[in-house]
């Protein structure tokens, strides 16, 4: 069982830069792909970032490429999501979520293959 916890969340002006923080429980942070994704109001939960176990490889949406990066900190079981540039289609709930993979190596984009949720942290970005 995988406990997270969100924080980080909050609001800023467009263009802003926001740092979301995610701290898991457990022993084997390593072996777990973890991801955040995101619900803006009104509108279904969509994939925003991914990273491996390892922190080797990385994946995102194409909305936040090149302004999202997305890096982990297996000392500290800890993830993050620093958000530059921020727009006001951001706003939104962030979610972050784990998945057991069994291997330091893969990374998920789909909502299904992550069992584990955090509680979700609110970030408005006002134009």
């Known amino acids: 069982q995988v406990q997270l916890v969100e924080s980080g969340g909050g609001e800023v002006q467009a263009g802003g830069s926001l740092r979301l923080s995610c701290a898991a429980s457990?022993?084997?942070?390593?072996?777990?792909?973890m991801g955040w994704f995101r619900q803006a109001p009104g509108k279904g939960r969509e994939f925003v970032a991914a990273?491996?176990?390892?922190?080797?490889?990385?994946k995102y949406a194409d909305s936040v490429k090149g302004r999202f990066t997305i890096s982990r900190d297996n000392a500290k079981n800890t993830v993050y999501l620093q958000m530059n540039s921020l727009k006001p289609e951001d706003t939104a709930v962030y979610y972050c979520?784990?998945?057991?993979?069994?291997?330091?190596?893969?990374?998920?984009?789909?909502?299904?293959?992550?069992?584990?949720w955090g509680q979700g942290t609110q970030v408005s970005v006002s134009s």
């Open positions: 457990g022993r084997t942070f390593t072996t777990y792909a």
């Open positions: 990273i491996s176990g390892n922190g080797y490889s990385t």
């Open positions: 979520a784990a998945a057991g993979s069994g291997s330091t190596g893969l990374l998920y984009i789909y909502e299904h293959h992550y069992p584990y």
